[in-house]
T-cell receptor, first 123, second 110 residues
């Protein structure tokens, strides 16, 4: 079955750019029936949707983060990535990648999740 | 401040039935389907309910979802100790053009 795995540096300095990658195994990211998303969770807080991407490269981004977020997809390596610029301590969180349910676009529920990776913003 | 409002906490004793509410508005729950997630301590969220009332594969039928107007509910019957977790509702918001999550409800099994 499909599995997702996040990777990236655990520590980022304030004002720098956080870059994370989600590697998809057990299935192709190129399938036309799926969108792929990023979600984060600050320590002790709730979930926040960051954005989602389709294999074609089309994206939906949370308006509150739009000026700082870029999501891209690499179908040849079966992975998609998140870049968050100008980070502050408020961006410290567990970052999850996930798959939207089949044929629901970015609107649908997220049925497969990675285990999450912690990103800490600190000098 | 989340666009979807959930009670921060709920509790019940083993065997009891509990309900968790999720209140939204005309641009989200009112016109889109609702999903529910369970997050056990230290784990990634797990999709429990999709399309308002459909259980994900492997989810016990003790879990059920419903939607009416701009609100949704998750009911858990026959409460078990392993149900102690955080529960989140989520849906699409047409004004935001994005997914929104509720603030989460911490369920304690007494």
């Amino acid at each position: 079955q499909v599995q997702l795995q996040e990777s990236g540096p655990g520590l980022v300095k304030p004002s720098q750019t956080l870059s994370l990658t989600c590697t998809v195994s057990g299935g192709s990211i190129r399938l036309t029936n799926y969108h792929w998303g990023w979600i984060r969770q600050p320590p002790g807080k709730g979930l926040e949707w960051i954005g989602s991407i389709y294999y074609s490269g089309s994206t939906y981004i949370n308006p509150s983060l739009k000026s700082r977020v870029s999501i891209s997809i690499d179908t040849s390596n079966n992975e998609f990535s998140l870049r968050l610029s100008s980070v502050t301590a408020a961006d410290t969180a567990v970052y999850y990648c996930a798959r939207h349910r089949s044929w629901t676009g970015a609107r649908g529920g997220l049925d497969v999740w990675g285990q999450g990776t912690t990103a800490i913003v600190s000098s | 401040q989340s666009m979807l409002t959930q009670p921060p906490s709920s509790s019940g004793t083993p065997g009891q039935r509990v309900t968790i509410s999720c209140s939204g508005g005309s641009s989200n729950i009112g016109i889109n389907t609702v999903s529910w997630y369970q997050q056990l301590p230290g784990a990634a969220p797990k999709l429990l309910i999709y399309r308002n009332d459909q259980r994900s594969s492997g989810v016990p039928d003790r879990f059920s979802g419903s939607k009416s107007g701009t609100s949704a509910s998750l009911a858990i019957s026959g409460l078990q100790p392993e149900d102690e977790a955080d529960y989140y509702c989520a849906t699409w918001d047409d004004s935001l053009n994005g997914q929104v999550f509720g603030g989460g409800t911490k369920l304690t099994v007494l």
